[in-house]
C-alpha cells in the first residue's frame, strides 16, 4: 500500500512529450507529478504523439506511477470569470479536457479566473457558468479549481472556490485544488489547517479536494503576493507543511511541489536547478535539511 504520493512540477517538450515528463519525475524519485501540455502561458497545441504515450504510460506502470494520481495544470491565461474571448476560453477546456483524456490522465487544474473590475459575484457567476458549458461534453476529466492568493482581482478563496463548486452541474467532474502558499498569502493560517479542512468537509466534502500544491511562501500571511519559496525555507515553514503532506485525511491526495528552481549563487539567476530532488528526499526523511539549497548548488555543478 503506498500511503505517500508526492511529485513536482515537470516540463513537457513537444519532442520527448509525456515520456519525457514520466522519465524527469522518476529522475526526482517522484511516483507522481504534474505538467502543462505545453508551457504555462502557452495555449498552442500540437498533436498527440500516441507512439509516445503509450509508451509512457507502460514505463509508468513500470515504475508504479499511478495515472490517476497524475496532474495536468491549464494555461494560466485560461479566465472564466470575464466575458472576453468567451469562445475561445470555452472550446480550448473542452478540447483540452479531451487531451487530457488522451494522455491518459483525468485531473486537470484550473486557475478561476480574476473578474478585472467587474466585482467578485459577477465574476463568480461567470465562472460557473463557463464551467457547465465546458462539462456539457461527457468526460471523465474532473476539473481541480486552484485556491489562488488574491493577486489583483483573483477569485479563489476557499469560500469562493466552495461556491463554484456547488452551483457545478456535473459534481463528478468537478473538485478543489488547494495550494498552500496561495492559501497563506490569501489569509489562511496553515498552523490551523483542520479549520481549512473543515470548511471543505462541512460544504463539499473532503472528497472533493483532489490535488494538494505543497509550497511554501516568501510572504507573510494575508500578503496577497504569490511568490513561492522552497519547503521548508519560508514564512510557513517544515513543520507545518510536513503535517499537510502526511494528514491522515489526504492520504490518497496527490502533493505536488511547484517549488522555485535554486540559481548558481545569489547573484546569478540565469543558472538554476530543479529543488525536487532534494525536497522529496527530505520530506521522505521527515526532517528539514539545513543545507539544502547548498546541497542542490553542489550537485548541479559538480
Ligand atoms: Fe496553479
Ligand atoms: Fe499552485
Ligand atoms: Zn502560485
Given at each position: 500500500m503506498e500511503e505517500l504520493y508526492l511529485g513536482c512540477h515537470v516540463s513537457f517538450h513537444r519532442q520527448t512529450q509525456l515520456l519525457g515528463s514520466v522519465k524527469e519525475a522518476l529522475s526526482y524519485g517522484a511516483n507522481t507529478f504534474m505538467f502543462y501540455i505545453s508551457s504555462p502561458q502557452n495555449t498552442t497545441r500540437y498533436p498527440i504523439d500516441l507512439e509516445n504515450q503509450k509508451e509512457a504510460i507502460a514505463f509508468m506502470k513500470t515504475h508504479k506511477i499511478d495515472p490517476s494520481k497524475v496532474v495536468v495544470h491549464a494555461p494560466y491565461i485560461i479566465n472564466l470569470a470575464t466575458l472576453k474571448n468567451r469562445e475561445f476560453m470555452i472550446n480550448f477546456l473542452k478540447e483540452e479536457c479531451k487531451r487530457v483524456q488522451a494522455y491518459g490522465m483525468t485531473k486537470l487544474v484550473l486557475h478561476p479566473g480574476s473578474h478585472v473590475g467587474l466585482g467578485k459575484q459577477k465574476g463568480i457567476q461567470n465562472i460557473i457558468e463557463a464551467l457547465n458549458e465546458v462539462l456539457k461534453e461527457p468526460t471523465s476529466v474532473v476539473i481541480l479549481l486552484e485556491t489562488m492568493a488574491g493577486k489583483g482581482t483573483e477569485i479563489g478563496?476557499?469560500?469562493?472556490?466552495?461556491?463554484?463548486?456547488?452551483?457545478?452541474?456535473?459534481?463528478?467532474?468537478?473538485?478543489?485544488?488547494?495550494?498552500?502558499?496561495?492559501?497563506?498569502?490569501?489569509?489562511?493560517?496553515?498552523?490551523?489547517?483542520?479549520?481549512?479542512?473543515?470548511?471543505?468537509?462541512t460544504s463539499i466534502g473532503l472528497e472533493k479536494i483532489g490535488c494538494i500544491h505543497v509550497n511554501d511562501s516568501k510572504n507573510e500571511k494575508g500578503s496577497h503576493k504569490d511568490r513561492h519559496e522552497n519547503f521548508g525555507f519560508g514564512t510557513i515553514g517544515f513543520s507545518v507543511l510536513e503535517e499537510i503532506v502526511y494528514h491522515p485525511k489526504l492520504k490518497n491526495v496527490p502533493k505536488i511541489l511547484e517549488t522555485p528552481y535554486v540559481s548558481v549563487n545569489d547573484e546569478e539567476k540565469k543558472r538554476s536547478f530543479p529543488p525536487y530532488k532534494f525536497e522529496i528526499e527530505m520530506i521522505k526523511k521527515k526532517k528539514k535539511n539545513q543545507n539544502l539549497i547548498e546541497d542542490i548548488r553542489k550537485f548541479y555543478t559538480s
Amino acid at each position: 500500500m503506498e500511503e505517500l504520493y508526492l511529485g513536482c512540477h515537470v516540463s513537457f517538450h513537444r519532442q520527448t512529450q509525456l515520456l519525457g515528463s514520466v522519465k524527469e519525475a522518476l529522475s526526482y524519485g517522484a511516483n507522481t507529478f504534474m505538467f502543462y501540455i505545453s508551457s504555462p502561458q502557452n495555449t498552442t497545441r500540437y498533436p498527440i504523439d500516441l507512439e509516445n504515450q503509450k509508451e509512457a504510460i507502460a514505463f509508468m506502470k513500470t515504475h508504479k506511477i499511478d495515472p490517476s494520481k497524475v496532474v495536468v495544470h491549464a494555461p494560466y491565461i485560461i479566465n472564466l470569470a470575464t466575458l472576453k474571448n468567451r469562445e475561445f476560453m470555452i472550446n480550448f477546456l473542452k478540447e483540452e479536457c479531451k487531451r487530457v483524456q488522451a494522455y491518459g490522465m483525468t485531473k486537470l487544474v484550473l486557475h478561476p479566473g480574476s473578474h478585472v473590475g467587474l466585482g467578485k459575484q459577477k465574476g463568480i457567476q461567470n465562472i460557473i457558468e463557463a464551467l457547465n458549458e465546458v462539462l456539457k461534453e461527457p468526460t471523465s476529466v474532473v476539473i481541480l479549481l486552484e485556491t489562488m492568493a488574491g493577486k489583483g482581482t483573483e477569485i479563489g478563496t476557499i469560500e469562493e472556490v466552495i461556491e463554484i463548486i456547488k452551483n457545478v452541474e456535473k459534481k463528478e467532474n468537478i473538485g478543489i485544488c488547494l495550494d498552500t502558499c496561495h492559501l497563506h498569502d490569501a489569509g489562511y493560517s496553515l498552523t490551523y489547517f483542520s479549520s481549512v479542512l473543515n470548511l471543505i468537509e462541512t460544504s463539499i466534502g473532503l472528497e472533493k479536494i483532489g490535488c494538494i500544491h505543497v509550497n511554501d511562501s516568501k510572504n507573510e500571511k494575508g500578503s496577497h503576493k504569490d511568490r513561492h519559496e522552497n519547503f521548508g525555507f519560508g514564512t510557513i515553514g517544515f513543520s507545518v507543511l510536513e503535517e499537510i503532506v502526511y494528514h491522515p485525511k489526504l492520504k490518497n491526495v496527490p502533493k505536488i511541489l511547484e517549488t522555485p528552481y535554486v540559481s548558481v549563487n545569489d547573484e546569478e539567476k540565469k543558472r538554476s536547478f530543479p529543488p525536487y530532488k532534494f525536497e522529496i528526499e527530505m520530506i521522505k526523511k521527515k526532517k528539514k535539511n539545513q543545507n539544502l539549497i547548498e546541497d542542490i548548488r553542489k550537485f548541479y555543478t559538480s
